[in-house]
């Protein structure tokens, strides 16, 4: 029996960028032939002599031929990826694991995708293919929220989804700096204001588990179903393949099952230890 711990594959990077304190976009060029992923799936990413870690894919250029993942340095692995320069340099690559978001399920309705500090990476390539696409989708709202303006993932292209057909970005952050003129407080403040049909729209979720709570609440309260709400948990994944089971989450792997689920999958697991 083949390992899938034998699929290791060597990927290029090519480019980097600075997103915020501590965070980096990296763009990764796949030497080895890997099958491109779908907006919400993540790779073991691998670095040398360090380890690996499973990261969102935020990026897909080029077919799937290069990949881009945004990733906050936290541990050893993480914090080589962000402070170390790696353009022209080799990193391994796993994947693409796991099941992504609803896009085709989605066509022909409302979508609302609500966005927390670095949930926004999972969420970037749900709003590239809808904008490839964007006369299969009705209104499309894009709420996105970080502790400060400096801490806005893709900055550089926000303005981009304003401009699109039907589309509304509203923006929120914890603590005002500067010359901030959007919302103070919490992203869930801004699903009241959100233009769309609650009955018959989709939302797509992505943050710290506290704020998904917080946004699963406020949208049933404006009459959101709850089996066309998805939500990406990406919590204690280690293998990507749902050998070691860490990532358990009842009777799911997060790794394998998700890490996107319908909310009637996993409303019972929510914020609850030990599951």
């Known amino acids: 029996m083949r390992s899938p711990f034998a699929e290791l594959r060597k990927g290029l990077v090519i480019g980097e960028v600075y997103e915020a304190p501590g965070v980096k976009t990296l763009a990764v060029r796949l030497v080895d032939e890997v099958p491109p992923p779908r907006p919400g799936q993540f790779n073991m990413v691998y670095v040398h002599g360090l380890g690996e870690v499973p990261l969102s894919v935020s990026g897909i250029r080029e077919g799937g031929r290069v990949v881009e993942h945004t990733v906050r340095a936290a541990g050893a692995v993480t914090r080589a990826l962000v402070y170390r320069e790696w353009r022209g340099c080799l990193v391994g690559l796993r994947g693409p694991y796991g099941r992504g978001w609803p896009l085709e399920e989605a066509e022909g309705h409302d979508l609302l995708v609500v966005a927390g500090g670095m949930g926004f990476a999972p969420l970037r390539p749900v709003l590239k293919w809808v904008a490839e696409r964007r006369e299969r989708y009705g209104r499309v709202n894009v709420l996105v929220g970080a502790r400060t303006p400096r801490d806005l993932l893709f900055k550089y292209e926000l303005e981009s989804y304003r401009g699109l057909p039907g589309t509304r970005l509203l923006l929120s952050v914890d603590r005002p700096e500067g010359a901030w003129e959007g919302h103070v407080g919490l992203v869930t403040d801004l699903i009241r204001l959100a233009d769309v049909d609650p009955g018959g729209s989709y939302a797509f979720v992505c943050g710290p588990e506290p704020m998904m709570v917080n946004t699963v609440k406020a949208l049933k309260e404006r009459g959101f179903r709850e089996d066309r709400v998805f939500l990406s948990l990406e919590r204690r994944m280690r293998c990507g393949t749902g050998f ?23 409303s019972d697991y929510l914020a609850v230890e030990g599951v």
Not at 244 to 264: A, E, I, K, S
């Open 244 to 266: 070691c089971g860490t990532c358990q989450l009842g009777h799911y792997f997060t790794c394998r099952d998700g890490p996107v689920f319908r909310l009637t999958e996993v």
